[in-house]
């Protein structure tokens, strides 16, 4: 495909459980990023990789939220034992590689925990 | 970590007007993004431009590394503009970008 993609668009979970939310980069994109939006609000930074590295975590909330990208292309953003707070859009985006980091962005994944 | 003022935070337009959002930084960046969210929430990349000026269409942006901002112009305004504009800048060749607030964009007919 030609952009970025993910999967699902929309997730409605109960509080308590675990989901998995995917990206699928631009091919040959080497950097990928996680961000977060509530209603309303801007960007916070998640997570960076660079290929299957994650050397920027520092976003990430707490313990409950890991990621993991494999092969160089996609990556699954994990949140165990969902909290209310948690319900936002999830953005991904990539960027060709090191010094030259335009980023694109994917639809997103919606998620509303209950 | 670079802190990132958009400036204002909202504006209501006519259509057919011209504006000014801006994008100040704390710290210097090395790479800027300007983006229109639509109303749908779909991100859309309007520059990439850590220097100096670019124009598309009826949009331009001009950054100034060593002052620290950044400005998009808007002329001749239609409706389809609306929507919240972002920056974002990266603080080194690699890694986070940190995004500002958003202007809040409303073209009226």
């Known amino acids: 495909g030609a952009g970025v993609s993910q999967s699902p668009s929309n997730k409605v979970t109960e509080k308590g459980k675990d989901v998995e939310l995917r990206c699928d980069p631009i091919?040959?994109?080497?950097?990928l990023y996680w961000y977060r939006q509530s209603l309303g609000q801007g960007l916070e930074f998640l997570i960076y990789?660079?290929?299957?590295?994650?050397?920027?975590k520092s976003g990430l909330p707490s313990d409950r939220f890991s990621a993991e990208r494999t092969g160089g292309s996609v990556s699954t953003l994990t949140i165990q034992r969902t909290q209310q707070e948690d319900s936002a859009v999830y953005l991904c985006?990539?960027?060709?590689?090191?010094?030259?980091?335009?980023?694109?962005f994917g639809p997103g994944t919606r998620l509303t925990v209950l | 970590g670079i802190q990132v003022e958009q400036s204002p935070p909202d504006l209501i337009l006519q259509e057919g007007a011209n504006s000014t959002l801006r994008c100040n930084f704390s710290?210097?960046?090395?790479?800027l993004q300007w983006f229109h969210q639509n109303p749908w929430g779909q991100l859309i990349n309007l520059f990439y431009?850590?220097?100096g000026t670019k124009q598309n269409g009826r949009l331009s942006a001009t950054t100034v590394a060593t002052e620290r901002y950044s400005l998009l112009y808007i002329s001749s305004s239609q409706t389809t503009d609306s929507g919240v504009y972002f920056c974002?800048?990266?603080?080194?060749?690699?890694?986070?970008?940190?995004f500002g607030a958003g202007t809040q964009v409303v073209v009226t007919p």
């Open positions: 990789f660079q290929g299957n590295s994650a050397p920027d």
């Open positions: 710290d210097s960046v090395n790479n």
């Open positions: 091919s040959g994109h080497t950097a």
């Open positions: 985006a990539s960027s060709l590689k090191r010094g030259y980091n335009e980023q694109f």
């Open positions: 974002a800048g990266q603080a080194d060749s690699w890694g986070k970008f940190q």
């Open positions: 431009i850590p220097s």
